[in-house]
């Protein structure tokens, strides 16, 4: 199936002139980055546009956060629009098909795509400090275990980074959330961005945009951590297990098939992991006046798990998608991409000895 697959992948969009860009950096090809301890992409150097670990390597990823968050998440609105109203209202759209069925009846094809502008917004300010920052906490957190710990304790350290960075962007995500499920799931309060942020500013106070901050981050950083550390560890899987050759040997098309591949594995498990808590966040911000807690609590166990199937085919897409479209970028603007973690020598002689 891999075989054919990379065959497809062969002509590659991404395989653009801006893979030859020369990079600034004259270092060895074939040894780490001068205080590095994760080592980049077996490529030669003449072919990067930047240092890996630089500032502008950190910049050029969280514009990559942005494109495949905010472009994603904003093409699966009209999916995303039926779920939260599914989580919020079992009683009036009983299913997925007759949550489209019935929003297309009352408002419209155009009904589908409310709320498109906060998660456009949203997403991508979350995307540009999710991706971004996450690079950032990934190789500090390396550097401060050191190259031996950091292969050891590898997942520990891609769940630490990446919570780290979902607290971040989160932050910058709440007001837009806030906004998008409202205008979604409040009938007659607003159709577009800019009448829900004064009507929620006069109703609630500036307060209304961050009541949801703490569900979301019950809802994103477990999702993120499972995100990014099964990502990781499924791409490691697949090289060493499923792919018929090294990675090294690889081009760079076949490569985003296997982040592809692995993007939507990853996707499954995030929709599972994080779906309680993003019920609670979509009838919290519906709900005025209402606690996590109480929330919660009148939703019950099993009211918790509403609209599970339309988010999991919604996040496995998205996933695969963003993790597609940001290795593209990275391949597109000639970044430095490490290489699945090996072993360091020095603890390859300690375990044979």
Known sequence: MFSSMFDAAKNSPFRTPFTKVQCENTASATSPVIGREIQAAATPVSEYSCEFGS?????LCGLGGILSCGTTHTFVVPLDLVKCRLQVDQKKYKNLIHGFKLTVKEEGTRGLAKGWAPTFFGYSAQGLCKFGLYEVFKIKYAEMLGEENAYLYRTWLYLAASASAEFFADIALAPMEAAKVKIQTTAGF???LREAVPKMI?????????KGLVPLWMR?????MMKFACFEKTVELLYKHVVPKPRAECTKGEQLVVTFAAGYIAGVFCAVVSHPADVVVSKLNQAKGSSAIQVARSLGFMGMWNGLTPRIIMIG??????????DGVKVALALPR??????PESLKAKMAA
């Open 317 to 326: 897409t998205l996933t695969a998608l963003q993790w597609f479209i940001y």
């Open 55 to 59: 500032n502008k390597y950190y910049a």
């Open 220 to 224: 994103q950083i477990p999702y993120t």
């Open 202 to 210: 006069k109703d609630e106070g500036v307060g209304a945009f961050y």
């Open 190 to 192: 607003a159709n577009t």
């Open 338 to 343: 490490p290489p699945p973690p090996e072993m």
